[in-house]
């Protein structure tokens, strides 16, 4: 194995100063980044798309439950799927098992589901023997095919104003890679974390008021 040298507790000292001026510069511009996903226009979304759920039928708006951004990861747990029926595909499945406690992203109005075009009973089979707890919904339409998921996972934000729904963000590939925190998914988000140091000025006020002093 080619390693690194060893060195004196000084000079390990000296060493992570170092990095850690890179290090600063990149959760600068992670910042930066995210500030500049916020300023993305919106999307009207205009079908009506439906989905089955735990408890039935559901539209779009319905997957918001009640709250202001939802985001829609596209996992692959269906038929034809490596796996199926037994467990969804790796790559998802260990997305799925990165999320962290949903309710710390309902606290900040914002809901976050997945979506496959599995059956319900085989996607609650699922979810309880893996102890994956966030609402999973099945694809009944061309949202995937819409969405850009139909042939590959991806993650879809969304913010509502009513029962107006626009989409606001689209990541995919390697893109998932380093999401399942809850500030990870927040980044990713119209609202962001919802912070008073974030990017445009003012958001987190917004999020307060009325939907319409968002797009602002």
């Known amino acids: 194995m080619n390693t690194p040298p060893v060195v004196s507790p000084e000079q390990w000292e000296e060493a992570r100063q170092r990095l850690l ?3 600063k510069k990149h959760t600068r511009a992670r910042d930066a980044l995210a500030a500049r996903r916020r300023r993305m226009p ?8 439906v989905f089955e ?15 202001r951004q939802l985001i829609v990861y596209r996992a692959f747990f269906e038929p034809g799927v490596s796996g ?31 979506a496959s075009r599995g059956p319900q009973k085989d996607i609650e089979r699922v979810k309880a023997r893996m102890g994956w707890e966030m609402p999973w919904y099945t ?16 993650t879809n934000a969304f913010i509502r104003d009513g029962d107006r729904v626009y989409r606001t963000y689209f990541i995919n590939a390697r893109g998932d890679e380093a ?6 998914y927040l980044d990713l988000t119209a609202l962001g974390r919802q912070e008073e140091w974030e990017e445009p000025k003012g ?14």
């Open 203 to 216: 958001r987190a006020d917004d999020a307060r008021a009325a939907m319409p002093n968002f797009a602002s």
């Open 53 to 67: 759920g735990p408890e039935g039928t559901a539209s779009l708006v319905d997957l918001f439950d009640g709250r």
């Open 84 to 114: 199926w029926p037994e467990h969804a595909c790796i790559g998802c499945s260990m997305v799925a098992d990165q999320v962290g406690h949903v309710a710390h992203l309902n606290e900040r109005d914002t809901t976050l589901v997945f």
């Open 179 to 184: 999401i399942g925190s809850t500030w990870s």
């Open 21 to 23: 001026v890179e290090e």
């Open 42 to 49: 919106w999307l009207a979304v205009e079908e009506a798309y």
């Open 139 to 154: 694809i009944t339409d061309d949202f995937d095919a819409d969405f850009g998921v139909d042939e590959w996972h991806g």
